[in-house]
């Protein structure tokens, strides 16, 4: 069942430089999608046309068969940015994963016990009282990470979410992502996580679809991801011969 259909999306900033050219496709309920591209290929500006967090030049997004009205948040994507300092607004951790359910009206000790079992989830529990400002870059996006799934978004958008995590940490968000069975886009250079999380692999060159495609397909051939500036994964690479 259709879930999110984008129909005709461009994004063009205020450089005039076209980010994302008429783009269109469809995601089913369910679909665990990864969206891989060069530096600059257009993989965070999708991410944050499909949020409403920047309005599209033309075209229209379609969630549950309503049509979203630009730049108007739609309460059923979540968004995890690539830089997760631009959603971090409150003083500590825990105030801010909660943010969301006290918001809905959440008392703040219910909220503060869920807070820090999301964060407990991500191995991050002990950072509750820490002032955000004062974390780390892989602790800043575990935070991040839980602020949004505290909310249980039906679509969930990850804008490179193991870009700063050291091995283990990537390897649970990897297997927690894994286990979720929202709808899910991830944007990341990371195309070995890819091969373990994707169902739907979408390539990104100078903001067009270049493939579209069911996973691993064309992430085991090194000549159409040379074409569009992406190495094989570690996970794909020919083992050197003794
Ligand atoms: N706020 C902005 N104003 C003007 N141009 C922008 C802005 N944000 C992005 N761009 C441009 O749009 C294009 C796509 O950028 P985007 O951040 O979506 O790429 P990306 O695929 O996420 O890259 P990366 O892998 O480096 O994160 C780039 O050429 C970038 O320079
Ligand atoms: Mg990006």
Same mark, same amino acid.
């Given at each position: 069942?259709?879930q999110?259909?984008?129909?005709?999306?461009?994004?063009?900033?205020?450089?005039?430089?076209?980010s994302?050219d008429?783009i269109?496709?469809t995601?089913?309920k369910?679909?665990?999608?990864?969206?891989l591209?060069?530096?600059?290929s257009?993989k965070s500006t999708?991410?944050?046309v499909?949020a409403?967090?920047i309005?599209?030049?033309?075209?229209?997004?379609?969630?549950?068969?309503?049509?979203?009205?630009?730049?108007?948040?739609?309460?059923k994507?979540?968004?995890v940015?690539?830089?997760?300092?631009?959603?971090f607004?409150?003083?500590?951790?825990w105030?801010d994963?909660?943010?969301g359910?006290?918001?809905?009206? @959440?008392?703040p #000790?219910? !909220?503060?016990?869920?807070?820090?079992?999301?964060?407990?989830n991500?191995? %991050?529990g002990?950072? *509750?009282?820490?002032?955000?400002y004062?974390?780390?870059g892989?602790?800043?996006?575990?935070?991040?990470l839980?602020?949004i799934?505290i909310?249980?978004p039906?679509i969930l958008?990850?804008?490179?979410?193991?870009a700063?995590?050291d091995?283990?940490a990537?390897?649970?968000?990897?297997?927690?992502?894994?286990n979720?069975?929202?709808?899910?886009?991830?944007a990341?250079?990371d195309?070995? @996580?890819?091969? #373990?999380i !994707?169902?739907?692999i979408?390539?990104?060159?100078?903001?067009k679809?270049? %493939?579209d495609?069911? *996973?691993?397909g064309?992430?085991?051939d090194?000549?159409?991801?040379?074409?569009i500036g992406?190495?094989l994964p570690?996970?794909?690479?020919?083992?050197?011969?003794?």
């Amino acid at each position: 069942m259709t879930q999110l259909a984008l129909n005709h999306i461009s994004c063009v900033y205020d450089t005039s430089l076209v980010s994302l050219d008429d783009i269109s496709f469809t995601v089913d309920k369910g679909e665990s999608i990864c969206v891989l591209g060069a530096n600059g290929s257009g993989k965070s500006t999708l991410l944050q046309v499909i949020a409403s967090c920047i309005k599209a030049s033309g075209g229209e997004i379609i969630i549950d068969g309503v049509v979203q009205k630009p730049g108007v948040n739609n309460r059923k994507a979540g968004i995890v940015f690539q830089e997760p300092d631009n959603q971090f607004f409150m003083p500590t951790v825990w105030e801010d994963v909660a943010f969301g359910i006290l918001k809905k009206g @959440m008392k703040p #000790e219910e !909220a503060r016990t869920l807070a820090i079992n999301e964060l407990t989830n991500l191995e %991050a529990g002990e950072l *509750a009282d820490r002032p955000l400002y004062k974390l780390s870059g892989g602790e800043k996006q575990r935070v991040a990470l839980a602020s949004i799934l505290i909310m249980k978004p039906e679509i969930l958008l990850l804008d490179e979410p193991t870009a700063a995590l050291d091995p283990r940490a990537r390897k649970n968000i990897i297997a927690l992502l894994k286990n979720l069975d929202c709808t899910k886009i991830i944007a990341s250079h990371d195309l070995d @996580m890819a091969l #373990e999380i !994707a169902s739907r692999i979408l390539f990104l060159h100078k903001g067009k679809i270049a %493939a579209d495609c069911p *996973a691993p397909g064309l992430l085991r051939d090194e000549g159409f991801l040379q074409s569009i500036g992406l190495e094989l994964p570690l996970g794909c690479a020919k083992k050197p011969t003794a």
